[in-house]
């Protein structure tokens, strides 16, 4: 009886004891779990801890940012196009036209050629540059006065008749004016600006540095020619007569 007793005891151990072993068998077995891309492709494997998923959440953020940033200047930019402010209607036609109205291209220039000893070109100039003088840009009579329109005068001139600059500066417009058609606007070192206008050719380029009395373009080869020239300084208009000696006949 008692033989028994210690036996069932015994196996009651023994089975504790498998459990136990099983159970720390269990326990250290390795967990093994798929290879990934990089694995595959001979590359360590890429570890995502919980400082890489917030960097990536942050990173999404900016994104998001940049996104909803880009849209709103697109829509501003939209609705600036539709708007009825000035400074808003076209803004890269208003920016071109305050580069060329308020930057002040002929003194920068002059500085540059007191500062180096020559002229600073933005442009290749033309061959030769004369003394700097002030005459007519054409040979011909005044048949519209200053006082007809507010703005300048129309000179009546021969045909094929080449137009020179009045004096030196820089080149801030060339090409076509709703009014006076092909048409050049030089700026001089003394803040004026000088308008040339119904050109037949134009034979200048933007922001080209101008001698005085250098050819800027011809008129139509034609018996009766129009040239309309004017004369501006701090946004208003002066009369050319005034300030050039012109021949003002009928």
Do not use: C
Not at 73 to 101: D, G, M, T, Y
């Amino acid at each position: 009886m008692r033989k028994n007793i210690h036996n069932v005891r015994k196996n009651i151990a023994d089975r504790k004891r498998k459990k136990v072993v099983h159970s720390d068998h269990r326990k250290k077995s390795p967990v093994f779990s798929a290879p990934q891309d990089e694995e595959m492709h001979g590359y360590p494997p890429l570890v995502v801890t919980e400082k890489l998923k917030s960097n990536s959440k942050k990173t999404s953020s900016v994104i998001r940012v940049q996104a909803l940033a880009s849209i709103l200047f697109f829509v501003a930019v939209l609705v600036s196009e539709q708007s009825s402010v000035a400074i808003a209607e076209k803004p890269r036609e208003w920016v071109s036209s305050q580069l060329q109205e308020e930057f002040p291209f002929a003194k920068v220039t002059a500085w540059y050629s007191e500062r180096f000893g020559g002229a600073l070109q933005l442009v290749e100039p033309k061959n030769g540059e004369s003394a700097e003088e002030i005459a007519l840009p054409v040979n011909g009579v005044v048949t519209q006065p200053f006082e007809h329109h507010g703005r300048g005068v129309i000179m009546s001139t021969e045909q094929g008749e080449q137009v020179k600059a009045v004096k030196g500066g820089t080149v801030i417009f060339a090409g076509n004016d709703p009014e006076t058609d092909k048409t050049i606007i030089i700026q001089h070192e003394d803040d004026t600006n000088t308008t040339y206008g119904y050109l037949s050719t134009i034979d200048v380029h933007l922001y080209e540095h101008i001698p005085s009395q250098e050819t800027i373009g011809t008129l139509d080869n034609k018996e009766e020619n129009e040239f309309f020239f004017a004369v501006e300084k701090d946004k208003q208009y002066l009369d050319p007569i005034e300030v050039i000696k012109v021949d003002e006949g009928s």
